[in-house]
């Protein structure tokens, strides 16, 4: 989620497409995405491996069809064949979409929100509970997994250092060629406006509760929030 100006309406599946692309089964390489699908795959779809009360289990934990699931695990195993993604295979993934810059420590951020277990792996149960979250979470859940993901050492509040290591790592992954004129202080400038919206109490950090309060009060935010609403 981007706390700062929202997308314009013609760039909504562009960043749909490049939301996508995190994921295994969506990459032009692999499977199809959930939506190119149709009734016709479904005995080619049959011959997946996956434990029918796994598969039970994560339906009723997630906002996935069964269906979907059955196409997100075969991509998910297409990719990762061990059934586990470790942070150097998650990096190299989605380093390849961002070839004009440098991913790395953004997608190291995000590997930890995804690794809830923290055992330096993520599951394809790890990473369906998150993809339904942001995809298909209500607002404040979406808020919440946003939260976690800024709130770098997860002691329940986020630091101007915490986010301007988050800015830093989004403007080192976009690249030069994206943002040519962009100044070496923006980073920190885009820190001190987020704190001058969050930190109601001025008192140097951020809460959930301000979070989620500032964002639901915020236009800009809640429009950029509602971009993923049924990609897939």
Not at 124 to 133: R, T, Y
Not at 146 to 166: P, Q, R, S, V, W
Not at 183 to 207: L, S
Request: include cysteine.
């Amino acid at each position: 989620m981007n706390v700062g100006h929202p997308p314009s309406s013609q760039s909504k599946k562009t960043i749909k497409q490049r939301f996508l692309k995190l994921l295994p089964c969506c990459r032009p390489t692999a499977a199809p995405s959930v939506s190119q699908y149709s009734i016709e795959d479904d005995f080619e779809l049959s011959t997946v491996c996956y434990r029918p009360e796994g598969l039970d289990k994560l339906q009723e934990q997630t906002k996935f069809t069964k269906k979907e699931l059955q196409i997100l695990y075969r991509g998910f195993k297409n990719e990762c064949p061990s059934g586990m993604v470790n942070e150097e295979t998650f990096k190299l993934i989605y380093s390849q979409f961002f070839p004009q810059g440098d991913s790395s420590t953004y997608a190291h951020f995000l590997f930890e929100a995804f690794d809830t277990r923290k055992n330096g792996s993520v599951s394809f149960e790890d990473f369906v509970m998150g993809l339904s979250i942001i995809l298909r979470g209500s607002i404040i859940d979406r808020l919440n997994w946003a939260f976690n993901l800024y709130d770098l050492n997860k002691d329940g509040c986020i630091t101007k250092e915490e986010m301007t290591d988050i800015m830093k790592s989004i403007y080192d992954m976009m690249g030069k060629c994206t943002y040519p004129s962009m100044q070496e202080d923006a980073p920190r400038e885009h820190v001190e406006n987020f704190f001058q919206k969050m930190d109601r109490n001025n008192d140097g950090v951020v809460t959930i509760e301000e979070f989620i309060e500032s964002c639901q009060k915020d236009e800009n935010i809640m429009q950029s929030m509602q971009l993923f609403d049924n990609v897939i």
